[in-house]
């Protein structure tokens, strides 16, 4: 019986990690063969050492906190030395989203899943009240009676399952009746955020289906003033909706005055024609004052 013998290639890498500016070695570094899932970090030289590395084409990868990560493609067939400068960089946090939560969260770091609807987009769907503009978000749908009250579903549950919120203050309202509806003025919404899903460890235990929040004439850029008119009109009822506002923030004073106005008659099906009393009249009006100073 024959005998045959294999010699294994025993190939390394080893080489120093340093910073591109000031050539201090870095300590910690991580340096890593993502195709033969082997890596290490530097020690107090900045020196690093990587052994049992199969020849051919590989991609390294060599990172450190405060620094831009580098990554090169090597072909290693034998032990060699090489050495890594890395360049400093200024590390940016990602956008957050403001929620009714205790902090500012992240869309990929919630829980549940979070959808953000812009008053752009509100503005383009023809409805008669907010929970209206909202059913062409997929999951959310509504239960109405008239024009004028709206009560929101998500993914089929309702009622006291919905937490809504406006501007960081329950509404509750809408748990009164059937005929009692979301108390929020649509024309003033500048983004409304929806939770689908349980979200009860953040908004208490009637949050099973989900949450809805609104935010409404958010504060405008430092040096800015601001103003817009709105106005709408439905010929099924008549409806005539006008809204307006103007916001200004200068050397750390801010403030924003809006107010709305809707009247509309009874609207008509092809059932029973007008339907009676169901025309109504709305109106609302706002505005804040603030003061931002180096002294508080």
Partial sequence: MAQKRSNAVHISMAGKITDAETGEPLHGASILLADDKIGTISNQEGNYFLDHISPGHHVIEVSYVGFAT???????????????????????????????????????????????????????????????????VPGISQVSTGPAISKPIIRGLGANRVVVINNGVRQEGQQWGDEHGIAVDEMSVQKAEIVKGPASLMYGSDALAGVIHFMSNVPVA?????????????????????????????????????????????????FDGKVLNSGFNEKNMGGYFGINKSWG
């Fill in 222 to 270: 430092e040096g800015t003033m601001k103003g817009h008119l709105l106005s709408n009109f439905q010929s099924n009822n008549n409806l005539l909706a006008l809204n307006g506002g103007l916001a200004g923030n200068k050397n750390g004073i801010n403030w924003n005055l809006y107010g709305s106005y809707k009247k509309a008659g009874n609207y008509q099906n092809k």
């Fill in 70 to 136: 580098v990554v090169v493609h090597v072909d290693i067939n034998q032990s060699m030395q090489k050495d890594f400068s890395l360049q400093p960089e200024i590390v940016e946090n990602r956008g957050v989203v403001v929620t009714g939560v205790a902090s500012a969260t992240s869309i990929r770091q919630s829980p549940a899943p979070l959808v953000a609807v812009k008053k752009q987009a509100l503005l383009q769907t023809p409805s008669s009240n907010i929970i209206d503009a909202l059913t062409h």
